[in-house]
């Protein structure tokens, strides 16, 4: 996947943004069916022998044990760590699942290699940074953009927080391992990857308003992958492997721009806050979780519409020049019902009702759900906005 490293290269040296972006880490990006071989010479070239894999039940019935064995016969030193799923049948990335692979590493473990979807690459990125590791990152399904950003979130004692941790060296996808995953997985990916609607339309509010740092290649990168995913939502949706595997590149694009930004300004605003909020809930609840990007494509309906609402509000307080390009923000992201109208063409959930969040808990995230993150959201301007007023 060369595009993305000749990306890099054009804008290193031109970012207006006025901060370094530092080289990402990840040397070779590869999408195709021959993924799980260039994976093998990849370990040789790096001269990786003994190697931790690390997968769920259903990871290694779709990917992990083909590469398992695949590395087995050729002379590396294969070890597993199957990470086991809690009483719902959710594997979480929390104390438990961490301490879980990080008993299967051993002092000659050189790698770690990430077989599975968001959160068995959390657990990996985490345990392998805390052992100064490289990891790899095979993913299973095109569900999330975080294969390829430095964030792991960690579920602590219920409650969620974010370590930046480091990328992985190497990713290697296998495109029929992509295309045959479940379509709820298809929808989730295309769920978070709609979000960047308002989490860009937040980060340039937050920049406009509140001073966040801001990168306009960065944004641009986003913006651009999240325009390849609507413009072959239909491919996606019949998993046609060309749709799929634009899919997956929106995803490591996005993913590649919060890498390069060095935060998930691009990627995560309100929408990523909500949706956080609401697994926290669940998690308390012992209520069986969601995907990630499920939620986030609901979320971002829900706020998109919940920002254009506010528009008065949002306007008031900025100089004249701030509000016309304030208002351009919000003008640039669709309506609730188009974004829902997306994700129902893909075959996910699409409204509230569909993920089980009641009317309590919206209210209660839509009022603290910007307590989450320091950020300068929309959301967190209208909740901050109200407390001066009370
Ligand atoms: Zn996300
Ligand atoms: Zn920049």
Redesign the pocket.
């Known amino acids: 996947m060369e595009s993305f490293n000749l990306w890099y290269g054009k804008h290193r040296e031109a970012c207006t943004c006025g901060s370094e972006h530092h080289l990402a880490v990840t040397e070779r990006f590869e999408i195709g069916d021959e993924a799980f071989l260039l994976l093998r010479s990849f370990l040789s070239e790096k001269n990786y022998k003994n190697v931790l894999l690390v997968y769920d039940e259903n990871t290694w019935e779709v990917a992990g044990a083909k590469v398992f064995s695949l590395l087995n016969g050729s002379g590396f030193h294969v070890k597993g760590s199957k990470i086991p799923a809690n009483n719902q049948g959710d594997v979480i990335a929390n104390e438990e699942s961490i301490v879980h692979a990080l008993l299967a590493a051993s002092e000659e473990t050189e790698v770690f290699i990430a077989v599975g979807a968001g959160t068995i690459h959390d657990i990996t990125r985490f345990v392998s940074y805390k052992m100064g590791l490289p990891f790899i990152s095979v993913p299973t399904a095109p569900s ?3 294969f390829n950003s430095k964030g792991a979130p960690i579920v602590v004692r219920k409650k969620k927080v974010t370590f930046q941790t480091h990328a992985p060296v190497g990713l290697f996808a296998d495109t029929k391992v992509l295309c045959n995953a479940p379509q709820e997985m298809v929808a989730a990916g295309f769920g ?1 990857m709609l ?1 960047k609607y308002t989490s860009l339309a937040d980060w340039r509010f937050g920049h406009l308003t509140g001073g966040e740092p801001y990168c306009e290649a960065a944004a641009k990168m986003t913006e651009e992958a999240l325009e390849a995913c609507i413009g072959h939502a239909r491919l996606i949706a019949e998993k046609n492997e060309k749709g799929i595997i634009e899919l997956m590149n929106a995803l490591i694009m996005s993913g590649l721009a919060m890498s390069l930004f060095g935060h998930s300004h691009p ?2 605003g309100g929408e ?1 806050h909500l ?1 956080h909020y609401w697994e926290m809930k669940f998690l308390e609840e012992d209520r069986k979780q969601l995907l ?2 499920e939620k ?1 494509g609901v979320s971002c309906a829900l706020i998109a519409d919940f920002y254009k609402e506010e528009k008065e509000k949002l306007l008031e307080a900025s100089s004249e020049d701030a509000a016309k390009q304030i208002e351009k923000i919000l003008a640039w992201i669709p309506e609730g019902n188009v974004l829902r109208k997306y994700l129902k063409q893909i075959g996910g959930s699409a409204t509230l009702e569909d993920i089980g969040i009641e009317e309590s808990l919206i209210n209660e995230s839509l009022a603290s759900a910007h307590s989450i993150r320091d950020r300068k959201t929309m959301l967190r301007y209208l909740n901050e906005s109200k407390m001066r007023t009370v």
Do not use: E, P, Q
């Open positions: 999330v953009d975080g978070d979000g990627a995560s990523h949706s990630h990007g986030v």
